[in-house]
């Protein structure tokens, strides 16, 4: 199995509103990390988790929260979104954090709007 | 910081060579990297040098880094319609980061 599976596909939501999005994989990585990609533009790092322990957070504000119940699921937590928070969330993982090459394998994204 | 920059849109026609460039800034970059995007999905990797390589090749493709220049370069050959897509070169940078270019747009005509 060398997928990363990522849930929901597709979310709108509110501003008000508060969903999840969800982020699983079965390879035995111990690295976690979310990317946002707007349209057009590369994906950007928003978190690392590394063994199930946040390890960056690239200043991303605080209506973002991640999260990382073990080592193979990593959740997204969002909350009062403004509209230019729609984008695509992608989720990666790979063997460690700690060195290598550092293959990251990517998981399908979820896109987000956020009216 | 790092800046990896990557031209916005190559055309070329069924059964020639592509060649998409990439430069980047950071001199202690470890690993460099060839990502495939299609449209609405992930990233799926397609080949890695390390830094102390200067050429890799993998069946239709072939990559070259010149790090003195800091340029790399990836080599499709034979294209296929099925290689359109968004390719995005990244480099390594600490443990845990993935630095992404500003991606290439390559279209095939048939």
């Known amino acids: 199995d060398t997928e990363v599976t990522q849930t929901p596909k597709h979310l709108v939501m509110g501003m008000t509103n508060k969903k999840s999005l969800k982020c699983e994989q079965h390879?035995?990585?111990?690295?976690m990390y979310w990317y946002k990609q707007k349209a057009k533009k590369p994906p950007e790092l928003m978190f690392v988790?590394?063994?199930?322990?946040?390890?960056i957070n690239e200043s991303v504000p605080s209506r973002f929260s991640p999260e990382c119940p073990n080592s193979s699921l990593l959740n997204l937590h969002l909350h009062a979104l403004q509209p230019e928070d729609s984008a695509l969330y992608l989720c990666?993982?790979?063997?460690?954090?700690?060195?290598?090459?550092?293959?990251?394998?990517f998981g399908e994204g979820s896109r987000l709007t956020v009216l | 910081g790092e800046d990896v920059e990557q031209s916005l849109f190559l055309s070329v026609r069924e059964g020639d060579s592509s060649v998409i460039n990439c430069t980047y800034t950071?001199?202690?970059?470890?690993?460099l990297y060839w990502y495939k995007q299609e449209p609405g999905a992930g990233l799926q990797l397609l080949t890695y040098?390390?830094?102390?390589?200067d050429m890799k090749q993998d069946q239709r493709l072939t990559v070259l880094l010149n790090k003195k220049d800091k340029h790399l370069s990836l080599r499709i050959a034979d294209t296929q319609t099925g290689d359109s897509a968004i390719y995005f070169c990244?480099?390594?940078?600490?443990?845990?980061?993935?630095?992404f270019g500003t991606g290439t747009r390559l279209t095939v005509i048939p």
């Open positions: 040098i390390f830094s102390n390589m």
């Open positions: 390879m035995g990585h111990r690295a």
């Open positions: 988790y590394s063994y199930e322990k946040l390890s």
């Open positions: 950071d001199s202690s970059s470890t690993y």
């Open positions: 990244a480099e390594k940078t600490g443990a845990n980061n993935l630095f």
């Open positions: 990666a993982s790979s063997q460690d954090g700690t060195g290598g090459h550092g293959e990251l394998f």
